[in-house]
């Protein structure tokens, strides 16, 4: 089935398909809103955010900088660095996870 520049669905027979057309515009139509709502949740670190700690990690930058958080997550040597004794990074900082959804937030 495709869809040509005057607005005709085509299906494999040749034939004008007018329920194809409608629901081609549907997907496109749903394309479009999901793009829009990957734009809107860019993921912003939490202003102003440290740890409470006085030492060289400290800030979302810190922890980005020094390779504390790879794919979402406190990884390394920097896992001891994260929960509520830290300020928790997890929820503040990008790159550590915020606002990554948890298997259990894709689960419901």
Known sequence: ???????????????????????????????????AE???DTCQDTAGWTNGKEWAVTTCQN????????DGKVVGKCQVWQGMDFNYPENNCCA?????????????
Do not use: H, R, W
């Open 63 to 70: 922890y980005a900088d020094e390779g504390c958080c790879t």
């Open 1 to 35: 089935m495709g869809l040509f520049g005057d607005g005709v669905a085509i299906d494999m027979t040749g034939y004008t398909n007018p329920k194809a057309l409608i629901a081609l515009k549907n997907i496109t139509a749903a394309s479009a809103d999901i793009e």
């Open 38 to 40: 990957e734009e809107e």
């Open 96 to 108: 550590c996870g915020k606002g990554k959804k948890s298997a259990e937030d894709v689960a419901m």
